[in-house]
């Protein structure tokens, strides 16, 4: 691993989640697809590590403000257990490609999704 490219990912990744609250996960998995040379399974396991402690430092941060609401943050995060075994289950057998297209379309759903929230209606 280029521990150059490492420490950037890092700091944007951080910057980013910090920022947007995304977690860095729809930063890092392509990140480290596309500029560390993993392949679409390893980038999103390796992000869901990484995504650990920025999603705690991030959430300590936010809830200094009163911005976290910790009811819905823990039970969210729990009732989401079976969903995230089912998918890592799924995304060890399906073809990577299959992974990679879903992961974009993602991506494309939620940038559509944020644009008609930003833009007022007329």
Do not use: Y
Request: proline fraction near 4%.
């Amino acid at each position: 691993m280029d521990v150059t490219a490492a420490l950037l990912l890092a700091l944007a990744g951080g910057a980013v989640g910090g920022l947007l609250g995304v977690g860095g996960g729809i930063l890092f998995v392509p990140a480290l697809a596309i500029f560390l040379g993993s392949g679409q399974v390893e980038a999103e396991a390796t992000s869901l590590l990484i995504i650990v402690p920025v999603a705690i430092v991030g959430t300590w941060r936010q809830h200094r403000h009163g911005n976290v609401d910790l009811r819905a943050g823990f039970t969210i995060g729990v009732l989401s257990v079976p969903g995230v075994i089912a998918g890592v289950a799924l995304g060890n057998v399906l073809p990577e490609r299959a992974l990679e297209l879903g992961f974009a379309g993602l991506c494309l759903f939620i940038a559509a999704q944020l644009l008609l929230r930003a833009v007022p209606a007329r």
